[in-house]
């Protein structure tokens, strides 16, 4: 299955999700983590579908209580459906969404090389989206939500969180 | 029970996730530190996480029920979980100890599962192999501070192996349900999931320096819905919501 890029979605129901959001990284609209998976659409009802981030991610059922009332609010009755294949990757997320997170105080994803060895403590290639500088050590593997690595940077000492890849 | 393969095959993967998760969970604000705490509440929750599919599914081929009846509603012998995830958080040692054990079963059982010719259960092997090579990654690190760092830390977890080791066998003593599953294509093959095991216990129990035990394996038959005397307080805990309040949601 292809992940439906915004192009494909019809631009009214495109406008909808772009007001929908991450409720624990609210500055991530639906659109730009990339878990949308499939919209059908007949006349005014909607089946959508979408992926978790991780299993027990318990954002996934805010996020499918605020997609039906946003599109209530237009009219629309919705179905969510929670599909796992194909499993949501940090690939997925988009560039507007990588740079939006920076903006907010995390650290986006390192590709996955780079990743393991941040996360073993092997290497200092996390970049602190305070200052910049990678004189970064990770404090936690595991951080304030399950997608989450804790960080600390030693040149502005200020903590943060890191985006883990995930693929 | 019903009886369809599958569905009990799902019971089994899903107990031993409900019951550990469970167990991790009690840790949620008594962790030795914020940090772990964190992070074994986090492994909590990709545990329950996955649980939630396993039942979603099991649900659906017993055509009645929810996730939430699968887990809550059923006796303690109709719970299909390993001895070992029901052994309690003891002290820290024994909480890592127990976790490595079973990531180190848990990651090579989720990448078979991938395999599956079920397409839910190879999707859920998908998302949980991710998870499963994080946890294993942080239980090992753990495993080598503890055997590796004070004398105290390395006489606990050394105590914490010499209990929790017997417990390991079960993991890998294929049921009926089992072996129909892997003849299906379905389900992991428990032998291959044993060496790969095997190998990474050997290594890091080698940079841990402990040592298991050669004690013989303990007589278990969870997986046949018989189980220790801490099963009995755990349902009373996980259950006693839904049987006080039938069908409440949050
Ligand atoms: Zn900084």
Partial sequence: MVIPQPADIAPEILAILETVHDPE????TVMDMGIMRKVEQNGTHLT???SPTYSGCPAMDTIADDLKTAFSEHGFTTDIELVLAPAWTTDDMSEAGKRKLEEYGIA?????TADKEALMGEAHKVKCPRCGSTNTHLVSAFGSTACKAHFKCKDCLEPFDYFKCLK | MLNNSLYRYLLLLGDNSLILGHRLSELCGHGPNLETDIALTNHSLDLFGQVRSYF???AKIAGEG???SVAFLRYEKDYLNVHLVEQPNTDFAHVICRQFLWDAYHLPLMKALMKSKDETLAAIGAKGE???AYH???SSEWMKRLGDGTEESHKRLQSALDHLYRYSYELFKESEVEKEMKEKGIGADLGKILEEWKKTTEDIFRSSNVSPSDDPPAIAKGKQGFHTEHMGFILAQIQYMQRAYPDMQW
């Avoid at chain 1, 986006?108 to 996955?112: I, K, T, V």
Wanted: proline share 8%; no cysteine; charged share 25%.
């Fill in chain 1, 25 to 28: 990284v609210p500055v991530l």
């Fill in chain 1, 48 to 50: 959508i579908h979408i």
């Fill in chain 1, 108 to 112: 986006s994803p390192l590709e996955a």
């Fill in chain 2, 56 to 58: 979603q599914y099991a």
């Fill in chain 2, 66 to 68: 929810t996730e939430d």
């Fill in chain 2, 130 to 132: 991710k998870e499963a």
């Fill in chain 2, 136 to 138: 294993l990654r942080f």
